[in-house]
């Protein structure tokens, strides 16, 4: 008897320690890592872009379905793409990505982070944890986040800042691109516009 009681422990235990973490529970923790770098990093004081790009790839972009988000961007011109555009797109739209929040991070001002409760079962594929960055001298800014399962964690499919979801904003502005001249056309464009960033984001 004792040995199954040891056998049944040993068991729950391993279940534990393989259950999927709690979905806001990973939006905090990845957050919180952030915003503490955010506030100790001399280099991100300082304007360090590089730093931020670096910090956006490692920290944060990993927690994103691209497969996933770039499908929903696309959305019906996904289907017509060839293999070699759609990982074309994906990587161009990864570093735009890269390129916009990492010089959001350089204009990190003493922000912090508020967490609403999240609703959710065990068993939901699909969260939606909601945020609020609480910004001095300034309204609360609402971020969202659209999580899916994977295996034993979680991962960002859409982000939704002030009831606009990412997603929608960009198919919106893809989808033109696409109808008038292709999604070749729309990826020569991302290629352009990632490899003018600093310029232009500096005028």
Do not use: H
């Amino acid at each position: 008897m004792k040995k199954f009681l040891l056998a049944v422990l040993s068991l729950i235990m391993s279940l534990g320690l393989f259950a999927a973490e709690a979905p806001d529970v990973f939006v905090k923790k990845t957050a919180d890592e952030v915003f503490e770098i955010l506030k100790t990093d001399k280099d991100l004081k300082a304007g360090n872009k590089e730093k931020a790009y670096k910090i956006t790839e490692e920290k944060i972009l990993p927690y994103f379905d691209f497969d996933r988000i770039s499908k929903l961007v696309l959305g019906k011109a996904w289907a017509g793409a060839t293999p070699e555009e759609k990982d074309s797109f994906k990587k161009e739209f990864r570093t735009m990505l890269v390129n916009t929040y990492g010089a959001a991070l350089l204009k990190f001002k003493d922000q912090t982070l508020k967490y609403k409760p999240t609703r959710y079962e065990p068993t939901d594929e699909e969260v939606l944890v909601k945020t609020e960055i609480l910004q001095p001298g300034a309204p609360p800014l609402a971020i969202d986040y659209m999580l899916e399962k994977e295996g034993n964690s979680w991962k960002v499919f859409d982000i939704i800042i002030e009831g606009v979801s990412l997603v929608t904003n960009y198919r919106g502005q893809f989808a033109t691109e696409i109808r008038q001249n292709g999604i070749a056309s729309l990826i020569t464009k991302l290629s352009e516009k990632n490899a003018n960033f600093d310029k232009t984001a500096n005028k």
